[in-house]
Nanobody, 120 residues
Framework: QVQLVESGGGLVQPGGSLRLSCAGS????????VAWYRQSPGKEREQVAR????????????RYIESVKGRFTISRDNAKEMVYLQMNSLKPEDTAVYYC?????????WGQGTQVTVSS
């Protein structure tokens, strides 16, 4: 059974940082495309970052939406089946529930989400 569990959300002041984690079981992130999405009340869910892998499982490719480029970094830990989203220089508009998503064997799986609030 594939399961994704996010953690690391919380309250942070503008300009601060948070590191989100996505722990996977029943899945190999190293051989999958993993993405972070976010959704605010009344807004559509959007993909903010994704990490994909070459056929060897050793080369990672990352992509970001324009609004987070230079501030967010997605990465993976192959040994621990963990994917991270390092968020720096946070802005109030980054406030949302953040979700981990993985496509495994042609099926999309989602975590439960973790709340990120950026406020003074």
């Amino acid at each position: 059974q594939v399961q994704l569990v996010e953690s690391g959300g919380g309250l942070v002041q503008p300009g601060g940082s948070l590191r989100l984690s996505c722990a996977g079981s029943g899945v190999r992130f190293r051989f999958s495309t993993v993405a972070w999405y976010r959704q605010s009340p009344g807004k559509e869910r959007e993909q903010v970052a994704r990490i994909s892998t070459s056929t060897t499982g050793y080369t990672a490719y990352t992509r970001y939406i324009e609004s987070v480029k230079g501030r967010f970094t997605i990465s993976r830990d192959n040994a621990k089946e963990m994917v991270y989203l390092q968020m720096n220089s946070l802005k109030p508009e980054d406030t949302a529930v953040y979700y981990c998503n993985v496509n495994w064997n042609s099926v999309d799986y989602w975590g439960q989400g973790t709340q990120v609030t950026v406020s003074s």
